[in-house]
């Protein structure tokens, strides 16, 4: 009654169809616009600031301040839970 066929289905004919989800066009359309938040970001921010030290000053573009900031306050934040964990578990 059901015989095999004479030759091997193609892979094509066997793997069914990927669809392309919902869950996928806002994943991409998500990172569409977070890339284009970052270069809006760099191009409105790429004029130079003064910027006064302790013991001088300088000239810098503001750009490079915002990214200087954030990443030492992420690691910063790092740090800050690693010590008050160690603290925690000396305290037990």
């Known amino acids: 009654m ?3 066929p004479d030759r091997p ?4 004919a066997t793997a069914p169809r990927r ?5 996928q066009f806002v994943v991409v359309a998500v990172g569409v616009v977070v890339a284009l938040y970052f270069i809006l970001l760099i191009i409105e921010n790429r004029r130079k ?8 000053s300088g000239e810098h573009r503001l750009i490079w301040l915002i990214v200087i900031s954030g ?8 740090a800050t839970i690693y ?3 160690r603290r925690r578990r ?3």
């Not at 289905?9 to 094509?12: A, F, I, K, N, R």
């Not at 669809?19 to 869950?23: A, H, I, L, P, Q």
């Not at 600031?49 to 001088?56: I, Q, R």
């Not at 990443?71 to 790092?78: C, D, K, N, S």
Request: hydrophobic fraction near 40%; aromatic fraction near 14%.
């Open 83 to 85: 010590f008050a964990g």
């Open 2 to 4: 059901t015989e095999p």
């Open 49 to 56: 600031v003064k910027v006064d030290y302790v013991v001088g």
């Open 71 to 78: 990443f030492l306050g992420w690691l910063f934040g790092i």
């Open 19 to 23: 669809r392309t989800s919902s869950r």
């Open 9 to 12: 289905l193609s892979p094509d």
């Open 90 to 92: 000396r305290a037990r």
